[in-house]
C-alpha cells in the first residue's frame, strides 16, 4: 500500500480519524493509513454513538451494541494498517453531542489532524458535507481534513484559496511549508476570488509576493497565482477541478465566529462540493 514517501500533512504524530463505520468514510480511513504511513503517526479511530437516553445503563448498552456492529468495519481497518506498519488504536464511545466528543477526544490525545468523510453529491449542503463533519468544521479545530468518498490524494497539486481573513493567512502559512516538506508537491495555485475587476491588480500582487515566497522555500515546487471576479465557491471549486487538484487548503470559521469571505459559508460550500479532498485550517 505504500505510495508516497513524504506527507502533505508534515510532522503529524497522531491522527484522529471520526468514522460513522458507513462507506462514506471510506476515502478518509483509506488517506489515514497512508498519511499514518507517510508521517510515522499513530492514527486513532473514533466512533462515537449519540445518546439520548438518561440511564447510564442503558447508554453503556447502546455502546456495547454498537460496538458489536462495527467489529467486521475494526477487522478491515486494522487489516490495511497491518499491511502498512501503522498503529491504530480504535475508541468507541458515547455522548449526547457527538460532534463535541470528537473535537474533545482529539484535544485530549493532541491529534495533530482531524479527518473525516463526505457524504453523497446532491441534497442539501448538510448532508452533503455530512451533519457530524459539518458540525465539527463549525467548532474551529486547528487542521479538519475532508476526505470525499473513494477519493485517493497523489500530493501533486495543491489549491491555496486566499484573502486577507486571520483563517485564510493561517492557510497561507500552511502551504509555505508544503514547499520544503513535501516531495512529491509539483504545483501549488494560490488563487484568490475579489468581488470587482478594480480589485484585481491588487491582489494579484499578494498572490504573487505569496508565490515567490513558496518558490524561496521550495524551488522545485511550480507555484501558479490566479486572481478572478466572482463567485468565490464556484471558482475555487471549479479552478481544482480544472487543475485536476488533490488538496484544498482553505481557513476556516475559527475560535471566534468570524464571517468573513473564506470563513463560514464559503469553506461549508468548497467542503462539500469539490472533487477532492479539503484541508480547513483554522485560527
Request: a neutral charge.
Amino acid at each position: 500500500m505504500e505510495r508516497f514517501a513524504t506527507s502533505l500533512l508534515g510532522e503529524a504524530k497522531t491522527l484522529l480519524l471520526a468514522t460513522d463505520g458507513s462507506n462514506f468514510s471510506d476515502g478518509a480511513a483509506q488517506e489515514a493509513i497512508f498519511f499514518g504511513q507517510a508521517c510515522g503517526a499513530k492514527v486513532i479511530a473514533l466512533h462515537v454513538v449519540k445518546i439520548d437516553a438518561e440511564s447510564l445503563k442503558s447508554a453503556e448498552s447502546a455502546v456495547r451494541i454498537r460496538r458489536q456492529e462495527l467489529e467486521p468495519y475494526m477487522d478491515h481497518f486494522r487489516e490495511m494498517a497491518k499491511d502498512t506498519g501503522v498503529e491504530v488504536e480504535f475508541v468507541i464511545i458515547g455522548a449526547s453531542h457527538p460532534e463535541e466528543a470528537i473535537i474533545d477526544q482529539a484535544t485530549l490525545r493532541n491529534a495533530d489532524v482531524i479527518l473525516m468523510g463526505r457524504h453523497g453529491k446532491a441534497g442539501r449542503l448538510s448532508l452533503l458535507i455530512g451533519r457530524m463533519t459539518s458540525r465539527v468544521l463549525d467548532l474551529g479545530f486547528p487542521r479538519v481534513l475532508v476526505v470525499p468518498k473513494d477519493f485517493i490524494i497523489a500530493g501533486a497539486r495543491v489549491l491555496l484559496a486566499t484573502d486577507d481573513s486571520p483563517g485564510a493567512l493561517k492557510a497561507v502559512e500552511e502551504a509555505m511549508s508544503l514547499g520544503h516538506r513535501s516531495s512529491t508537491l509539483q504545483r501549488l495555485t494560490i488563487m484568490s476570488v475579489v468581488k470587482r475587476d478594480t480589485n484585481i491588480l491588487d491582489m494579484q500582487q499578494v498572490v504573487e509576493a505569496l508565490c515567490f515566497r513558496v518558490s524561496q522555500a521550495g524551488p522545485q515546487v511550480l507555484c501558479e497565482p490566479l486572481v478572478q471576479v466572482g463567485d468565490p465557491s464556484e471558482l475555487i471549486i471549479r479552478a481544482a477541478q480544472e487543475r485536476e487538484t488533490d488538496m484544498i487548503l482553505i481557513g476556516g470559521r475559527g475560535k471566534r465566529g468570524m464571517t468573513r469571505m473564506l470563513l463560514g459559508h464559503v469553506t461549508r460550500n468548497v467542503t462539500g462540493k469539490a472533487h477532492c479532498a479539503v484541508l480547513v485550517v483554522n485560527t
